[in-house]
């Protein structure tokens, strides 16, 4: 079983910035690709960021030039640093992994519980 917990989401102006943290543990035996998706009322989850265990990103159109994706693989680890963050950035923020359990590449796609960003006009 793999638990991915969230940090760093709150209140903040438009302009500013927050950093969003995600910490994975149990049965890891390796994490590939990792990354955050915004949740959108009636749609699923939508990409804002992800990273590969190499270290290859990739950004959303929206979020280009703002946001930065970066990880830490000895920490299982993954963060989001937002900056000029916009009122159009709210919403609650999922951390995600594609995590490995065994030697044979048994994978699992782990989800955290969410982090509640709001961005004020």
């Known amino acids: 079983q793999v638990q991915l917990v969230e940090s760093g989401g709150g209140l903040v102006q438009a302009g500013g910035s927050l950093r969003l943290s995600c910490v994975a543990s149990?049965?890891?035996?390796?994490?590939?690709?990792m990354g955050w998706y915004r949740e959108v009322p009636g749609k699923d989850h939508a990409l804002i960021a992800t990273?590969?265990?190499?270290?290859?990103?990739n950004y959303a159109d929206s979020v280009k030039g703002r946001f930065t994706i970066s990880r830490d693989n000895a920490k299982n680890a993954v963060y989001l640093d937002m900056k000029n963050l916009k009122p159009e950035d709210t919403g609650v923020y999922y951390c995600?992994?594609?995590?490995?359990?065994?030697?044979?590449?048994?994978?699992?796609?782990?989800w955290g519980q969410g982090t509640l960003v709001t961005v004020s006009a």
């Open positions: 990273i590969t265990s190499r270290g290859w990103k």
């Open positions: 995600n992994a594609e995590t490995v359990w065994s030697s044979l590449g048994d994978t699992l796609d782990a």
């Open positions: 149990g049965s890891i035996f390796s994490i590939r690709d």
